[in-house]
């Protein structure tokens, strides 16, 4: 049995008591003075290791890229607060910050713009590679495996100057991926990327355009997309980050990582969320806008219906990028014609959640999916393409942690361990004595 001495703020150190062993373990402190246990040398000195499934009080690293307190619903990236970077900055300066650390100077974001527009064309052979991809096949796993893919383009060992270019390659190629895979879905002619185009006009103009006439991407349209990819831009140690973080560990390839973190992010407690929530307003709209009958049954204990959209491992307040959203989804839905329906439930079932005491008692608020999805579809972002764009969004936070990561001086290969639970040591039984 352990018997531990809790650390206070002036603390340094946390004793622990096991058995006849003891050991002395130090507290780590960050900037914003949140306070961790290093149980590194735990192991070794008591043979206890700790158990967290779902990681809730685990940190796995030190990073310096983003801040987030769930209780007070504050996001920062590099220090600066989300809502004033979503106000005023664009997806390419937040790339530059997330990824190097300062806001550019404008040579260098200049520069920065140059490269990735230069870099946006997929090899002519790729094309082939989707022809052999089913064309009902999910968006998400034709760019997973279309950015696992470019590994096999770009063999360079990752030397700092190829770590650079890969990291240009990856954000100027995943609008072009993401619009190829919409594209090959509906039997359309891929469309080039145009480099007059900004960085979320051009990814617009690939999705919608066709050779056969002339469009014209709307500046809200483009403004909304630059938006929704800074608000999803990196969200430190989630589901899909640890991912590529794990997989980078064993030093894989930065391509291959991105996959990994591309198909993390598909399932619907991660990225799919979005997609999910529109699929729940759609059903509420058919069954006549009944919000209390939903709510009721997402609390039945013996019903597995949950709110999506509510909820977070980490915001026990409302997340602030939901907060930004909700003021774009009128605006946009004014001006695109999108379903005011959608809207008004997806109020509706906030507003009955807020004040309901299973929400409130588990701190269950809107997160950032519950309103990005209908400000997609008003968009006309097909749904199955929603969290394709999620992953667009989260591209420099997935290349940030990687290269904190390499960077580390306390890197080593991830590698958990566990408690074994199953049978212990037993003889084997020949086939015809089971
Ligand atoms: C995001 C999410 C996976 C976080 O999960 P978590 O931190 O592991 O939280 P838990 O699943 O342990 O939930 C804690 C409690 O709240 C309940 N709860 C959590 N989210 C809920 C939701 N959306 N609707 C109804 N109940 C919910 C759980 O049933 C649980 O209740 P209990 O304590 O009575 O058993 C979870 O809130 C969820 O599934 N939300 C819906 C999906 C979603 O919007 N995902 C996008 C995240 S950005």
Request: hydrophobic share 35%.
């Amino acid at each position: 049995m352990a018997t531990q001495t809790m650390g206070d703020k002036q603390s340094s150190t946390l004793d622990i008591h096991y058995q006849d062993k003891q050991v002395t373990l130090p507290l780590v402190r960050g900037s914003e003075d949140e306070v961790g246990v290093d149980i590194q040398k735990l192991r070794q000195a008591t043979g206890l290791i700790t158990l967290d499934p779902g990681y809730g009080n685990t940190g796995s690293c030190k990073s310096s890229i983003t801040y987030i307190d769930g209780d007070q619903g504050i996001l920062r990236y590099r220090g600066y607060d989300i809502a004033e970077l979503a106000e005023r900055s664009n997806f390419l300066e937040i790339s530059w910050l997330l990824v190097f650390g300062e806001l550019p100077t404008k040579k260098q974001l200049d520069e920065f713009s140059h490269e990735v527009t230069r870099h946006t064309l997929l090899h002519e052979d790729f094309k082939r590679f989707f022809d052999a991809l089913p064309k009902d096949a999910h968006p998400m796993p034709v760019c997973a495996a279309t950015v696992g893919a470019l590994a096999t383009y770009y063999q360079e060992p990752d030397s700092e100057k190829q770590i650079h270019s890969s990291i240009v390659r990856l954000l100027a190629k995943m609008p072009t991926i993401a619009a190829c895979s919409y594209k090959h879905s509906i039997g359309q002619p891929f469309m080039y990327p145009r480099n007059s185009l900004g960085y979320s006009a051009n990814f617009v103009h690939m999705m919608f355009a066709t050779p056969c006439e002339e469009y014209h991407v709307d500046p809200l349209v483009e403004r909304a997309i630059d938006l929704l990819l800074i608000l999803h831009a990196d969200h430190e140690q989630n589901c899909s980050t640890s991912t590529v973080r794990l997989v980078g560990s064993s030093q894989a390839n930065l391509f291959a990582c991105i996959s990994a973190g591309i198909s993390a992010l598909w399932g619907p407690l991660h990225g799919g969320a979005n997609q999910k929530v529109i699929e729940m307003l759609e059903q509420i709209a058919r069954e006549e806008g009944n919000a209390d009958r939903f709510i009721a049954k997402a609390k039945d204990k013996n019903d597995t219906t949950r709110l999506m959209g509510f909820g977070h491992r980490v915001y026990k307040n409302y997340d602030p990028r939901a907060m930004v959203l909700k003021r774009m989804c009128g605006e946009v839905i004014q001006k695109m014609g999108g379903s005011n329906k959608l809207l008004d439930i997806a109020m509706r079932l906030e507003e009955v959640a807020l004040n309901d005491e299973y929400f409130i008692s588990r701190k269950l608020y809107p997160n950032v999916d519950f309103y990005s999805g209908i400000i997609y579809k008003a968009l006309g972002i097909p749904t199955n393409m929603f969290t394709v764009l999620f992953a667009m969004g989260r591209m420099p936070g997935w290349i940030a942690h990687w290269l904190e990561m390499r960077r580390d001086p306390d890197f080593r290969i991830g590698r958990p361990r566990q408690i074994y639970t199953g049978s212990t040591r037993r003889a084997y039984l020949p086939i015809e004595k089971r």
